[in-house]
């Protein structure tokens, strides 16, 4: 089926450590994105790539790195210098000329 | 800059009544995008619906409709015969050429919980 995959679904890790969460797609999108969700509130724009071995920091890129190598892969890699990692994390993915994105299941991420 | 808001934090109803989740928009472009997605307690989004604003024209999608009106920057979505399996947080978005169009991201409301009791 094609879709957006999302791993792992629940991250615990300790402060200090930096994790990278996965994201892949198999819709032939050129456009991925990443956002961050905190609870009450609305999905808030971290990066997003338009093309191969291209990105741009979106909102609130601080904290974060990404890199796209490969069409369907946007990894992206939460740091030690972010803040209040703790968070619920959605990759999305997009035509270049469409504009409805697609998500993934989500990253539960839990950093104590 | 762009903004979404969504007035209504959480909104309960019986089931079978009819509900109504407000959206209304700024943005400084002609033109733009508007969507509504849904969340279910599993946290994916589904897509639901896209509007462009050149289309006034309000759209039904059985029992979902969306009543888009330029004049006042709203696009509201009301569901009919509301089901327990609506139960779910919606988000309204917006995409417009200030922002890059859609590839450069949807700037979302913070969204309205809809409880629909049996």
């Known amino acids: 089926d094609g879709g957006i995959t999302q791993s792992p679904k629940y991250l615990f890790r300790k402060e200090g450590q930096n994790v990278t969460l996965s994201c892949e797609q198999n819709?032939?999108?050129?456009?991925m994105y990443w956002y961050r969700q905190d609870p009450g509130q609305g999905l808030r724009l971290i990066y997003y790539?338009?093309?191969?071995?291209?990105?741009q920091k979106g909102d609130i890129a601080e904290g974060y790195s990404v890199s796209r190598e490969k069409k369907e892969s946007f990894p992206l890699t939460v740091t030690s210098a972010q803040k209040n990692p703790t968070a619920f994390y959605l990759c999305a993915s997009s035509t270049s000329r469409s504009y409805e994105q697609y998500f993934g299941p989500g990253t539960r991420l839990t950093v104590t | 800059a762009q903004k979404v808001t969504q007035a209504q934090t959480e909104i309960s109803v019986v089931e079978k009544e009819d509900v109504t989740l407000d959206c209304v928009y700024e943005?400084?472009?002609?033109?733009?995008?508007l969507f509504w997605y849904k969340q279910p307690p599993s946290g994916e989004l589904v897509f639901l619906i896209r509007?462009?604003?050149?289309?006034?024209q309000n759209e039904i999608s059985g029992r979902y409709s969306w009543n888009f009106q330029k004049s006042t920057s709203s696009f509201n979505f009301t569901i009919t015969a509301s089901q327990v399996v609506d139960s779910a947080v919606y988000f309204c978005?917006?995409?417009?050429?200030?922002?890059?169009?859609?590839?450069?991201?949807?700037?979302f409301g913070k969204g309205t919980h809809l409880i629909i009791q049996p």
């Open positions: 790539s338009q093309i191969v071995n291209d990105f």
């Open positions: 943005t400084r472009d002609t033109t733009y995008y």
């Open positions: 509007r462009n604003s050149f289309d006034e």
């Open positions: 978005a917006l995409s417009d050429e200030y922002s890059g169009g859609g590839a450069d991201g949807l700037t």
């Open positions: 819709l032939n999108h050129d456009a």
